[in-house]
């Protein structure tokens, strides 16, 4: 039976806990399934900054950018993600103007 302690995270069998060796106990709750595709945004702007900031080895060509962007499950992630892009004005920056491509191909937009 899980742990019903108020203020700690249940235990189930798919969730890690691990000793800090102090008597104390850290969970660490399984990530559910369905979070899979809604961390695609972040990887998104990942590879956008190493396009800016990162070195030339470490760039990502647009057919990778288009892939991630075809994983996410939810095309509204994809639209306020590049309604920020424009909002902070980092449309202006080649990695995000591949990240605005990609979300546009993955969305099916002209």
């Known amino acids: 039976m899980p742990d019903q302690t108020p ?11 691990l ?4 008597g104390k106990r850290l969970v660490v709750a ?3 399934a369905h979070h ?3 961390s695609r945004g972040l990887q ?12 030339a080895y470490q760039h990502v ?13 939810h095309p509204v992630v994809l639209a306020n993600l ?3 892009v424009h909002e902070f004005c980092l449309d202006e920056e080649e990695g995000f103007r591949l990240l605005l491509r990609a979300a546009s191909a993955a969305s099916g937009a002209p």
């Open 19 to 22: 000793s800090s060796g102090h």
């Open 82 to 84: 590049c309604a920020m």
């Open 30 to 32: 399984a990530r559910p």
């Open 7 to 17: 203020g700690r995270v249940a235990v189930g069998a798919r969730d890690q806990a």
């Open 44 to 55: 998104l702007v990942l590879m956008a900054m190493l396009n800016h900031f990162g070195y």
């Open 61 to 73: 060509p647009l057919d990778q950018f288009t892939a991630v962007a075809r994983e996410c499950e």
């Open 36 to 38: 899979s595709g809604n």
